[in-house]
């Protein structure tokens, strides 16, 4: 069986410009991610999660390697694909609804069937009554859930999530994390889902991926293989802790071996 | 609170500003009419003669006003200069909106434009544009052409200038989420390079309006047969001081009615904007 999503061997550089110099975000990553999979990416800060989704999506090129949806490379960014960016990074000058309604803009979706869906998504993430309020009137939180669902709209295949969840409150963030696993259910979503929290990434997954510091490299792949549906009661079982600590370690081992670098140099 | 300090609080901005223009109006007035120098003649004596100033000098602001009444109102005959100024400006001003804009967007876009026209915009940026008086004279002549120009030469740098700025500076966060969700260029122009260059766009506009009204007066130096620019040479070439006032006071109401309309309209456009 092919795999949805594939990354042959990734790497990518940033270019300096300053120094002229090159900067190695990711170092040769491989990864299969299954139709229907909800697979999960941690890793210390900086070590080029969000660098590795935005060359899933198509924005960045990769410097060597590929990514392959259902068998086929893609190189630009596609309806298949949408990512719900780290920081909310709304349009300013659009209300919600213009907002959510983006990206069926850009695929030339009828104005009365955009708004439609448009409504139903701003719902699902308890926006409704701020469809005309502009970003600047939200919270952190509400731009977040705008963010969401303007990715959610477009109906995509693949979705590509960045700490999208960092900026709510425990009780919001609860909620959301039950709404995202109710509609990657219903709606048979591929999802790759990059966090800081452990607790959250395994809560949600199939798999954890663990990244090594940078340059990032695939440290381990970790199978949660907790009964799904999962009730939030599972975070205080023991197995779950089990696997906590293991993702822990891991992690831990790079920081430190960063932080020694860093003292040294 | 007594209610009388409050009442002034409440519009401190309107009185204040109201105040000092009727000081000055008042000390004005009081030099021409001698006011000041016979008040401080026991104090100093005849040196307190220099404070009585004559009208051909000074003018004052009576007389200007019925200098203004007349020339409205009597006579009429401002409201020709008045129109004739009035179509070489905003031509002049149309022109300059019409290629600044487009221009400045095109060179933020297109490096290679950006590169080709970045020499010419400097070099017009670094002289002092009405030196090409002379030389727009000699190519079109003196006239309308002649006018138009010098006040689309005028105009057109900060359009242009902002424009590109505003292109260069847009948020590339906001191109990265176009460019996720695939949109073409001409809807990442459309969608988030325009709306995120709008306040540029006016700020660029207030500053053509206020540097146009210069090509207003210096256009018409030169055998112009109408208009508020040629009004004002002649009048201060016979020592009219009251004339030229009137002309003056004239340019500086449409300058500032022109930017008070632009500032309404940002404050229309910008609704988006986090109130400071
Ligand atoms: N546009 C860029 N140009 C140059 N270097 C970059 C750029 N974006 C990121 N980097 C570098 O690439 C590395 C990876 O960055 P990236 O944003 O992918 O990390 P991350 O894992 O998402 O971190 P975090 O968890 O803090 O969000 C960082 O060291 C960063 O300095
Ligand atoms: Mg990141």
């Known amino acids: ?33 299954m139709d229907g999979e909800f697979v999960s990416i941690v890793g210390p800060s900086g070590c080029g999660k969000t660098t590795f989704l935005s060359v899933v999506d198509g924005l960045i090129p990769a410097s ?6 259902d068998g086929r490379v893609v190189t630009k960014p596609g309806p298949d694909r949408a990512v719900v960016f780290q920081d909310a990074s709304l349009l300013p000058w659009r209300t919600v609804l213009g907002n959510v309604r983006y990206g069926l803009e850009c695929l030339k979706v009828g104005a009365r069937e955009a708004k439609e869906r448009a409504t139903h998504f701003i719902n699902l993430v308890g926006l409704s009554g701020f469809e005309d309020h502009y970003p600047y009137e939200l919270s952190g939180g509400m731009q977040q859930r705008v963010n969401l669902a303007r990715a959610l709209v477009v109906d995509p295949k693949i979705l590509l999530m960045d700490e999208p969840f960092a900026s709510l409150d ?34 949600l997954s199939d798999r954890v991926i663990v990244f090594s510091g940078r340059p990032g490299r695939v440290k381990q792949s970790i199978p949660v293989t907790i009964e799904r549906p999962r009730r939030l009661a599972v975070k205080r079982e023991a197995h779950f802790h089990g696997i906590e600590d293991a993702i822990w370690s891991l992690i831990e081992e790079d920081v430190r071996a960063e932080r020694n670098q860093v003292t040294l140099t | ?34 006011w000041w120098a016979d008040a401080l003649r026991p104090l100093l004596g005849d040196s307190a003669q220099r404070l009585r100033l004559k009208p051909i000098f000074i003018s004052s602001p009576t007389l200007i006003a019925a200098a203004a009444f007349r020339m409205f109102f009597v006579t009429g005959e401002i409201w020709r200069d008045l129109a004739w100024s009035s179509a070489g400006y ?4 149309v022109l300059a909106v019409a290629i600044g804009i487009p221009l400045g967007l095109a060179g933020g876009w297109y490096r290679r434009l950006s590169y080709a026209v970045q020499p010419f915009l400097a070099a017009l940026n670094a002289t002092p544009q009405v030196a090409f008086l002379p030389l727009i004279i000699i190519w079109v002549g003196t006239g309308l052409s002649e006018r138009v120009l010098i006040i689309f030469l005028l105009a057109v740098l900060p359009l242009a200038i902002n424009a590109h700025a505003a ?9 990265k989420v176009a460019g996720s969700f695939g949109a073409s260029e001409w809807q990442l122009f459309r969608t988030i390079i325009l ?7 006016l700020a660029g506009l207030r500053l053509a309006i206020g540097r146009g009204m210069i090509g207003v007066v210096v256009g018409e130096i030169y055998g112009s047969a109408a208009g508020l620019g040629a009004m004002i040479n002649q009048a201060g070439a016979r020592f009219q001081t009251d004339r030229v006032f009137v002309g003056v006071l004239t340019i500086v109401a449409a300058g500032v009615i022109l930017v008070e309309v632009v500032q309404r309209i940002e404050r229309r456009v910008e609704i988006w904007r986090t109130p400071a």
Not at chain 1, 170 to 196: G, P, Y
Not at chain 2, 195 to 201: A, D, E, K, N, R
């Open chain 1, 1 to 33: 069986m092919i795999a949805k999503l594939e990354a042959q061997d990734v790497r990518l550089d940033y270019l300096q410009p300053r120094s002229n110099s090159q900067l190695r975000a990711l170092a040769g990553i491989d990864l299969k991610v």
């Open chain 1, 64 to 69: 060597a390697g590929r990514i392959l949806v």
């Open chain 1, 170 to 203: 425990a009780q919001t963030r609860e909620v959301m994390q039950e709404e995202l696993l109710q509609i990657w259910l219903k709606a048979k979503k591929t999802v790759l889902f990059v966090t800081h929290q452990i607790d959250e990434a395994i809560y």
């Open chain 2, 1 to 34: 609170m007594p209610a009388a300090v409050r009442a002034y609080l409440a519009h401190e901005r309107v009185i204040l500003g109201t105040l000092m223009v009727l000081l000055l109006l008042i000390a004005w007035e009081g030099l021409e009419r001698g």
């Open chain 2, 90 to 93: 905003l031509l002049g001003l």
């Open chain 2, 167 to 175: 292109v260069r500076t847009t948020d590339p966060r906001l191109i």
């Open chain 2, 195 to 201: 709306p995120s260059s709008v306040p540029f766009l």
